[in-house]
Each structure stands twice: as C-alpha cells, then as structure tokens.
C-alpha cells in the first residue's frame, strides 16, 4: 500500500491531525513555495447541478489559508494508476476545473471572486509520452502566445517516473517516495515526516480492516474478471474452432465436386472420342460424308460442328 493508492492517499489526508501537514508538504515541494492550508476534505463530492448529470469525486480538496477565499488558492489533488483512462485524462480535468468553479461562485457574484485553482494529478503512467517529471498546462491566446492570460486556471501532471533531470531533488524524491512508500525511500526530513503520519494511518485497526476487505474484494473482482475473460476466450476458441471445421468440410466437399466434375468430364470426353472415331470408321469403310455417317448415328445436327473438328 503506497501513497500514490488513492485509497491510503485520501485516507491519510482525511485524517484530521495528518491532512493539513502532508497536504502541506506535498504541495510546498511540488510548488517550491510554502502554502499555509486552511483546510483539508478528503474525497470531497460535488454534486451535479440536476439529476441525470455527471458529479465528480475530488481525492484530497484543499484550500489554502487566507482571509478572502479567493485572492488565497484551491487545489485538487488526485493521484492517479488508471493508465486505461490516460487519453481522456485531458478532458477529465477540464470537467474537474468547471465543478471547482461552480462550487466556489454565488449567484450575483463578481468572477474575480472565483479562486484560483490548481487541479494535479501525480501519475504512475506518462499522460502524453513526453517523458517528463512534470506537465504544467495553462490556458493561452494562439496569435499570441507570450501575452498574459491569467484565467486562475493551472493543471499540473506530475509523472513519478519522468526524466528528474533539470527539477529539484526534494521533488524527484517525493514522487519516488509516493510510488513507493518504504523506508528506504524515506530521505529528508520532509519525507520522513510524511512517512510517519502514513505509517501510524497503516497501523490503525480500522484502516488495516478496511485495507484488508479492499484487498479481497479487488483480489475476487481481478479472479471474475479472469475467470470471465477465461469463458470468453474458451467460447471464442471453440468458436474459431467450430468455423474451422465447418471450413475444412465445405473446403472436402468442394475437392469431392470437383473430383467428380473432374471424372464426368473424363467420361464425357472419352465418349466423344469414340463417337468420333465410330464416325471415322463409318466414313472409311463406305465412303460417306461426315454428315451421312452422323445421319446413320443419329447424332443432332446442333452437335455436328463439335464432331467434324475432332475428325
């Protein structure tokens, strides 16, 4: 169980003596700015504005400490292992930024009320296959891409397993230490202090019970997708299977046809030849025509053509 497991992450976070400190610390290191939280909620839900419209789950929601909400920041934190869903990764933080705005601005309120926020997802599979520790996105005028546009809005993709060079140690060191969260990987006095808030959430009763039924129900889900992914592949099998033989047969009975057309044409042309010849035989001994030796073999008339080329 690593801190990059959305289960041990929100867990932690969600702890109200822990949340706010390694909330803190993650967020100063990947911002290299210390960030004061003022608050910290745990799979926060925003609901959908009306029945049949998709709400969202935020892993860890946190709000930073300042007198009006929104001249201070709102982040999003969201680790993330569904490589699956990687290529609609783009459009899944758009939706997060549009809910985020929706739940912070009153009706009648100005926009500059709105805050700014910070949706990043820290990911054990590369968002765009750049290979980069970090992916900062922002929005920006196409004609002109230097001038200022500050709508308030920034994404951060952060990869654990990106190229570090060129981006601080402390950074390069958390990541690793989220996508393994050992000891050994415990190596400043940041990371220890997060270690040990993970470490007294891993001992908890409660935690290692949920754990533990989290575990054997993922373990049952991943042996009935295997054992269903077995049936299906056993039927597809036995399918292809099936449409080979039906294939094999079709393929003997068409040989078996042509063997046959093959042989009555044998005999046909066998029986031509000695039709022929008996013309011949007719024409040498009484001196007749090919016509009259075909009028004395009854042959019809529309065959007679066919007959005389093979005289």
């Known amino acids: 169980m690593n801190l990059l497991d959305s289960f041990l992450f929100g867990t932690t976070l969600g702890y109200e003596e822990y949340g706010k400190e390694v909330s803190g610390i993650i967020l100063k290191t990947i911002l290299r700015r210390k960030v004061k939280i003022k608050k910290v909620v745990s799979e926060m839900v925003i609901f959908p504005t009306k029945p049949g419209l998709h709400g969202v789950r935020l892993d860890a929601f946190v709000e930073e400490d300042d007198t009006e909400v929104a001249t201070g920041s709102i982040y999003d934190l969201e680790p993330d292992k569904k490589e699956s869903e990687k290529y609609h990764l783009s459009k899944r933080v758009r939706y997060y930024h549009s809910k985020i705005d929706m739940h912070y601005l009153e009706a009648s309120e100005k926009y500059k009320k709105l805050p700014q926020v910070w949706v990043i997802f820290i990911t054990s599979f590369d968002p765009f296959d750049q290979n980069r520790l970090v992916y900062t996105i922002k929005n920006h005028c196409v004609e002109v891409p230097d001038m200022d546009y500050d709508d308030g809005a920034t994404t951060l993709l952060l990869y654990v397993d990106g190229d570090p060079e060129g981006y601080p140690k402390e950074l390069v060191q958390l990541l690793a230490y989220m996508k393994n969260s050992i000891p050994e990987n415990v190596c400043n006095p940041d990371l220890a202090q997060i270690h040990s808030c993970v470490d007294k959430v891993k001992k908890d009763p409660k935690v ?54 093959i042989e009555e044409k044998s005999r046909a042309d066998k029986a031509d030849r000695q039709i022929a010849a008996s013309i011949r035989m007719i024409m040498n001994l009484s001196e007749k025509s090919a016509d009259s030796a075909m009028d004395e073999l009854g042959i019809d008339v529309e065959m007679r053509d066919y007959y005389k080329a093979m005289l």
């Open 208 to 261: 290692r019970e949920v754990f533990v039924t989290l575990e054997e129900y993922v373990e049952r889900e991943k042996a009935e997708v295997l054992e269903e992914a077995e049936r299906k592949i056993a039927e597809e099998r036995k399918r292809v299977d099936e449409a080979l033989k039906t294939a094999a047969e079709e393929k003997a009975r068409a040989n078996e046809a042509e063997k046959k057309a």
